[in-house]
């Protein structure tokens, strides 16, 4: 069984900067996706950035390219999301999420995780 707790949100000035952080517990996600989404008030859930554990390759939407950076610790079974430039459509609960698929299919916005963390609050003022 695995489980999974974010870490790492809170509010900040357009232009700031946050880091999450999520953290695994049980078994290893060795050759799993993990990634991040985000759900704003109002708006559907939209997949921010994923990683193939075995390889590091990423995946992001093109709202964060160049802003947003995601990786992962194997050893310590952390994934992280460095968010830089930060705005306030930024502004969202994100998710920290695993799903043991194909390294393809983790290169798109459009896999299904079937591990969620709890989520953590980021928001982003003017």
């Known amino acids: 069984q695995v489980h999974l707790v974010e870490f790492g949100g809170g509010s900040v000035q357009a232009g700031g900067s946050l880091r999450l952080s999520c953290a695994a517990s049980?078994?290893?996600?060795?050759?799993?996706?993990m990634g991040w989404f985000r759900q704003a008030p109002g708006k559907e859930r939209e997949a921010v950035a994923s990683?193939?554990?075995?390889?590091?390759?990423?995946w992001y939407t093109d709202s964060v390219k160049g802003r947003f950076t995601v990786s992962h610790d194997n050893a310590e079974k952390v994934l992280y999301l460095n968010m830089n430039t930060l705005q306030p459509e930024d502004t969202a609960m994100y998710y920290c999420?695993?799903?043991?698929?194909?390294?393809?299919?983790?290169?798109?916005?459009?896999?299904?995780?079937?591990?969620w963390g709890q989520g953590t609050q980021v928001t982003v003022s003017t």
């Open positions: 999420a695993a799903a043991f698929i194909e390294p393809y299919d983790c290169y798109s916005g459009s896999w299904s995780p079937n591990l």
């Open positions: 990683i193939y554990t075995h390889g590091g390759s990423t």
């Open positions: 049980g078994d290893t996600l060795n050759k799993y996706c």
